[in-house]
């Protein structure tokens, strides 16, 4: 049996699948102040309502906003160390540049721009100065600092100026937690820099979430292996997270994405989550969601994570319908208050929820109460609905051939059975609980991301098979089962205007959590 | 006449450049940073027109070299292009009084303002293209009888060379050799000319062009206008006369490959709503021609621009992705880049294409 949990901004939401997978109990519980105790109680009530024996929960899966809202919320972050090695290059535009102040002002990072970096063909740019590094040292000492991040120029293509930095900065201060920009993101310095920084800031945080959710496990009785979501649908680790929380990072939207493939049983679908104030539209392609392939801004700070491509719309449950100047729905919305404020509730604010039950799509609060409102006005809300929703899903769609849509979320009910120009609608069971179903599906993954230089030595044929079975290799290290792991994404990228082929490749490959093999050994849980 | 840049301005002229780029030449994002750090730290970026230079003034051009997938990691020193200028004014043995762009389009149009804003100069308001091009000879300036050596090409360890051809094709085939040793991204100043010169053979006013476009869309997305009609507006009344949707569709397909250290390869889109309707785009780092249904629907040295339907935001060639909705959006090249021996430099056959130049109008 394995459980899946979604910590969200206001419900915890845990689901129990049993070993072939099948949904055995789901349940709802607010999210609590004290981490600890909201993950016990979802905990507790999901196994006590199976009378459940803690013994044969083989897994737990968690999916939680803690560290996006730390950094959207400039709260709880730790001041961080930079040092990046490059000079002479990069000077004019040192670590940082593009972020904006109340964050710099958060983070207060101490900036250290140092010799080394490589060129994109592996030359390096400058040695490193040892007594360079050790003045740095020496000043995050004087300050306090213990937490660094390392970047260097090209540590994609190769490492080595990273790793040899660290270690020169640990045997200065033997207790500083490092993290390196070539673990962390890809090609192009200032994004990936940001995304270590942001890492590095989290690290405390993250310690202190594992440790709770761990304690809230111990405190259940549950010793199963604790996992957590990452952004790309796959899980890490507990002790692959307290180094590595940024991979956290916008793992909601693609929990639910996946959660809503498994309980629809469909691979390739457009997936609209609506909750109270918005509703989000992903596409499905081979079970995984299609990621964003322009930068991503998060908490002002460009980056360049692997993200799924979601557009949002401020249509949910508690949206507002307004009649001035047009009928409109949304985007303003009465959120949590809706069992407060809406019409069928006994408030006095006409929402989409309201729509719904005077529609007959919903059976919620009091029907009567929505009995006299205007049945042409809920006819055109739902159509409104509708049309917004299906808009949306043709925004999102790859090719000419319509995609079937998979609508899970609270909000799912203020949709009709069928969506103009959607060939098939589909509201599958448990589609309030999709985000924990997705963490509980979550698969182990290995990605290659790199730039190779082909030539009569090396062939485009060579670098793709080299590529293909790194990855691989990648994902089986971390963890997934060898016989379940398979490549899922391929992409070539040439570099520009260089002689020599240069191309950078990046590719992924995925498979099923091994779970036999967890308590046995301890991989790293690894995507590189 | 001449102007300082202000920050909403750099803004504007850097989305505008990005529209010019013609999917290559940069994103401007990190020239943009370079600029706004000179600005911050109290420095002005003055632009002046052609017309305002003193007669038998040296102007000095200033630029990068390289792939752009090089500069936005190993990220500029901030003092190669200086270093780049100093060295070609010590060669020559004269001042410079302003300093230009050669190529308005993409990650380019920004430098001349960083170094421009460094050095207490002017930029000059003009450009060799009027848009971006793969490589150095690909210039109204060459083709109008400008040599473009002696040049100066530096590295971020302030090494410096200069370059004497004897024709500007070798001059880019010299210093290409010598950007790839420099690590793939090299500061360079060519085309060293006189008021005379930059008159005659630039193309005038693309600095102010590149931030009037931008300024267009950002009022468009303000104002939820269309940002295709008000572009097309805008365009109406300069140099570049026309502005026209092509095309607004879906991108089906991309196909990517490396010859010759050039990123060529196509994009396929089909209309919104009709998937018998596709458009393919050609392109070398840069779009190079639009094909509707076979039949050809602009090609260069005209601009074949990729925008987002929904924002008119550039999207460069590399970041063309399946599923993007996109509307291609062709802009009418000035009349200086038209003539037979432009066409012969980078018109079709400067690009090995087959097909004889048609101009945009006449499509």
Redesign the interface.
């Given at each position: 049996m394995r459980i899946g949990i979604d910590v969200g901004g206001t419900h915890t939401d845990a689901v129990l699948l049993d070993p072939a997978m099948n949904v055995v109990a789901t349940i709802k519980t607010a999210t609590t102040a004290d981490v600890t105790r909201g993950v016990v109680t979802a905990l507790t009530d999901l196994l006590d309502s199976h009378n459940l024996d803690r013994g044969q929960v083989t897994a737990v899966m968690i999916g939680t906003t803690h560290f996006t809202n730390a950094l959207v919320t400039r709260r709880r972050l730790a001041r961080t160390g930079v040092v990046r090695l490059?000079l002479?290059?990069?000077?004019?535009?040192p670590p940082t540049?593009?972020w904006p102040a109340e964050l710099i002002a958060a983070i207060r990072p101490s900036v250290h721009l140092c010799h080394g970096?490589h060129?994109?063909?592996g030359?390096p740019?400058?040695p490193l100065d040892p007594d360079e590094l050790k003045r740095a040292a020496a000043d995050l000492a004087a300050h306090d600092i213990t937490t660094v991040a390392i970047s260097s120029?090209?540590s994609p293509v190769t490492a080595e100026a990273e790793l040899t930095a660290a270690d020169l900065l640990r045997a200065e201060l033997p207790h500083l937690r490092v993290s390196l920009s070539h673990q962390i993101g890809r090609?192009?310095?200032?994004e990936r820099e940001s995304a270590t920084i942001v890492n590095a800031c989290l690290l405390d945080l993250a310690d202190e979430i594992v440790d709770a959710f761990t304690g809230a496990l111990t405190a259940v009785g549950v010793r199963a292996p604790l996992f957590l979501s990452q952004n790309d649908g796959t899980l890490m680790d507990a002790e692959y997270t307290r180094r590595y929380p940024v991979r956290t990072f916008a793992s909601g939207p693609t929990n639910s994405m996946r959660g809503a493939a498994f309980l629809a049983d469909v691979t390739d679908a457009a997936v609209v989550d609506i909750g109270g104030t918005t509703a989000d539209v992903g596409?499905l392609t081979g079970g995984y969601p299609?990621q964003a392939?322009?930068d991503v801004d998060i908490a002002g700070v460009r980056t360049n994570f692997r993200m799924p491509?979601v557009v949002s719309v401020g249509l949910g449950g508690g949206s507002r319908v307004t009649l001035d100047p047009g009928l409109r729905i949304g985007p303003d919305s009465v959120g949590y208050r809706l069992t407060e404020e809406a019409l069928v509730f006994g408030g006095g604010t006409l929402t989409a929820t309201d729509l719904a039950v005077a529609a007959g799509l919903a059976d919620l609060g009091d029907p009567a109460l929505v009995s006299r409102v205007d049945r042409d006005l809920v006819r055109r809300g739902v159509a409104w609905m509708a049309d917004r929703v299906a808009g949306l899903v043709d925004?999102?769609?790859?090719?000419?051939e319509p995609l079937p849509v998979v609508i899970v979320g609270g909000g799912s009910i203020l949709m009709p059975p069928e969506l103009p120009g959607v060939p098939e609608v589909r509201i599958p069971e448990h589609y309030g609980v999709a985000n924990a179903i997705g963490a509980a599906i979550g698969q182990i993954g290995g990605e290659v991301d790199r730039l190779f230089v082909t030539g009569p030595q090396l062939t485009r044929e060579d670098v793709l098979d080299q590529a293909r079975a790194e990855a691989i290799e990648l994902a089986v290290s971390a963890g997934a089962a060898p016989a379940s792991v398979q490549v899922v994404h391929v992409d070539?990228?040439?570099?520009?205007?260089?002689?020599?082929?240069?191309?950078?490749v990046i590719v992924r490959a995925v498979g099923d959590l091994d779970l036999g093999r967890t308590p046995k050994e301890a991989p790293q849980w690894a995507t590189t | 006449m001449g102007y300082d840049l202000t920050p909403q301005g750099l803004h504007d002229l850097a989305e505008g450049a990005a529209v010019l780029g013609t999917g290559g030449g940069g994103d401007p994002y990190i020239g943009r940073l370079l600029v706004e750090k000179e600005m911050a730290a109290g420095r002005t970026v003055h632009i002046i027109g052609a017309d305002e230079l003193p007669d038998g003034a040296l102007v000095l051009p200033s630029s990068m070299m390289g792939a752009p997938t090089v500069f936005v990691e190993k990220l500029p020193s901030g003092d190669g292009n200086a270093a780049a200028f100093r060295a070609l004014e010590e060669h020559l043995g004269r001042t410079a009084h302003a300093v230009m762009p050669t190529e308005c389009g993409g990650l380019n149009s920004m430098i001349p303002l960083m170094l421009a804003a460094q050095l207490g100069l002017p930029v000059v308001d003009a450009d060799g293209m009027g848009r971006a091009f793969p490589e150095l000879q690909m210039q109204t300036f060459g083709v109008l009888g400008v040599s473009g050596s002696p040049m100066a090409i530096a590295s971020d360890h302030g090494d410096t060379a200069i370059i004497t051809a004897g024709d500007n094709k070798r001059m880019e085939q010299l210093a290409r050799a010598l950007t790839i040793q420099m690590g793939g991204a090299s500061y360079i100043s060519d085309y060293p000319m006189d008021t005379a010169d930059v008159r005659r053979t630039s193309v005038h006013g693309t600095l102010t062009l590149c931030r009037r476009i931008g300024e267009t869309l950002r009022e468009a997305r303000v104002t939820h206008a269309d940002p295709f009609d008000a572009l097309t507006k805008m365009l109406a009344g300069t140099i570049y006369s026309l502005g026209t949707v092509l095309f607004q569709g879906k991108v089906v397909d991309v196909e990517r490959r490396t010859v010759d250290g050039f990123a060529r390869g196509r994009a396929r889109l089909e209309a919104t709503g009709d998937p018998g309707d596709v458009l393919e785009i050609t392109f070398q780092n840069e779009h190079l021609v639009a094909r509707r249904n076979g039949t050809m629907v602009a090609i260069v040295p005209d601009l074949i621009c990729t925008l987002n339907t929904e924002s008119g935001a550039p999207i460069p060639t590399e970041s063309l992705a399946y599923g993007q909705r996109l509307t291609v959006y062709g802009i009418s090249t000035p009349p200086i880049m038209r003539t037979p021996e432009a066409l012969a430099c980078f018109g079709p056959a400067g690009f090995g294409l087959p097909d004889a130049y048609v101009p945009l109008e006449d499509l």
């Open positions: 490059a002479p290059a990069t000077a004019a535009l540049s593009d970096g060129e994109v063909d030359r740019i400058s120029v090209f090609i192009r310095l200032l596409v299609r392939s322009t491509d925004q999102m769609r790859l090719s000419a070539e990228i040439h570099v520009n205007y260089l002689p020599g082929n240069a191309v950078r | -």
